[in-house]
C-alpha cells in the first residue's frame, strides 16, 4: 500500500503500521522550541506558538459554548454518545 491523500478510516489498520515505519527512518532535527530562525520551520512554528492563546481562549469562550449548545439542540446526533464525532474535545 503507497500513503496519499485519499486514506479512509477503512485504511487506518494498514496505514498506521505504515506511518510508524516511515516514522522510525526519520532524523532528529530539533526540539520544538529550538528551531533556529534560518530553518524553513521557524515561521509557522512561531506563527502557531502566537496564535496558540488565542485559539485556547476562543475554544473556551462562552460564546462557542453558547453555539456549540444551539447546534446540539437542533442536531441531536451531536450529543449522542452512540455516534463517533472525530471533533470532540473535552475540557475540563
Not at 485519499?6 to 516514522?23: E, K, N, T
Not at 512554528?45 to 459554548?65: G, K, N, P, R, T
Request: with cysteine; net charge negative.
Amino acid at each position: 500500500m503507497v500513503l496519499n491523500r485519499d486514506i479512509s478510516l477503512a485504511d487506518m489498520p494498514m496505514c498506521v503500521p505504515l506511518l510508524q515505519r516511515q516514522q522510525s527512518r526519520l532524523h532528529y532535527y530539533c526540539n520544538a522550541d529550538g528551531v533556529p530562525r534560518q530553518s524553513s520551520f521557524s515561521a509557522p512554528m512561531q506563527l502557531v506558538y502566537d496564535v496558540a492563546d488565542y485559539a485556547a481562549e476562543c475554544l473556551s469562550s462562552d460564546a462557542l459554548s453558547e453555539e456549540l449548545s444551539a447546534a446540539s439542540d437542533a442536531n441531536a446526533w451531536m450529543d449522542d454518545d452512540k455516534h463517533t464525532f472525530f471533533g470532540e474535545e473535552n475540557y475540563e
